[in-house]
C-alpha cells in the first residue's frame, strides 16, 4: 500500500513540475512596484503594475497620475520603482515538496500509533507482551522478544536490528527507572 501511494505522489510531482516548466511566465510573475512619497497635498502611495523591465517608470506604473502637468517631473523623480520577478513554478514545486513530506510524516505517526501495535500483539502473542505484576520487578519487559526476532526468517534483517535497538533502550529506561526509584527510597 505505501509503494502504490509513493509511486502516485512522484507521478504527480513529475507531472506538475513537467507543466510548470512548459508554462510561461505569468503576468503575476514580474511586476513593477513605484513608492511615491507624500508630495505637497497628494498622499504616499505604492502603485504596482505588471510592465516590463524597460517600462518600469514612473510614467508607465503610476496611473492614474495624482498632478497635474508640471508637477508630473517633480513627482515622478521622488518615486522608487522597482522590477520584481519571482518563480512561481519554483514556489509551487517547493510547496507540493513540503506538503508530500507532511503527508508521509502524518501516514509514518498513523502506523506507528495503529498499525505497529497490532503487528507487535501478532507477532510476539498476547500472552508475551502482558506480564503479571510479580514478574515486573525482577525481569525486564520484552526480554524474550529479540529470541523471538531472530528466529523469525519472514521478517528482514534490519527490522531486526531495529527492534533488537528498541529492546536494549527499553531495558535501559526500565534501569533508569528502577535505580531513580530505589535512590528516592533510600533518600526518603
Given at each position: 500500500k505505501m509503494k502504490s501511494l509513493f509511486c502516485v505522489e512522484g507521478l504527480l510531482f513529475l507531472c506538475f513540475v513537467l507543466l510548470s516548466q512548459v508554462s510561461a511566465k505569468n503576468s503575476e510573475d514580474i511586476r513593477c512596484k513605484c513608492i511615491c512619497p507624500p508630495y505637497r497635498d497628494v498622499e504616499g502611495q505604492i502603485y504596482k503594475q505588471n510592465v516590463s523591465l524597460k517600462d518600469c517608470n514612473c510614467l508607465h506604473v503610476v496611473e492614474p497620475m495624482p498632478v497635474d502637468g508640471k508637477d508630473?517631473?517633480?513627482?515622478?523623480?521622488?518615486?522608487?520603482?522597482?522590477?520584481?520577478?519571482?518563480?512561481?513554478?519554483?514556489?509551487?514545486?517547493?510547496?507540493?515538496?513540503?506538503?508530500?513530506?507532511?503527508?508521509?510524516?502524518?501516514?509514518?505517526?498513523?502506523?506507528?500509533?495503529?498499525?505497529?501495535?497490532?503487528?507487535?500483539r501478532r507477532l510476539f502473542g498476547h500472552s508475551q507482551l502482558i506480564q503479571s505484576d510479580d514478574d515486573i520487578g525482577d525481569q525486564q519487559p520484552f526480554a524474550n522478544a529479540h529470541n523471538v526476532l531472530s528466529r523469525s526468517h519472514s521478517r528482514p534483517n534490519m527490522l531486526n536490528k531495529v527492534e533488537h535497538a528498541q529492546q536494549r533502550w527499553r531495558r535501559q529506561v526500565q534501569e533508569q527507572r528502577k535505580s531513580v526509584f530505589d535512590r528516592h527510597v533510600v533518600l526518603s
Open positions: 508630473v517631473e517633480a513627482y515622478c523623480l521622488r518615486c522608487e520603482c522597482k522590477y520584481e520577478e519571482r518563480s512561481s513554478g519554483t514556489i509551487k514545486v517547493t510547496i507540493i515538496m513540503y506538503l508530500s513530506i507532511l503527508g508521509l510524516l502524518l501516514l509514518y505517526m498513523v502506523y506507528l500509533t495503529l498499525l505497529e501495535p497490532m503487528l507487535k
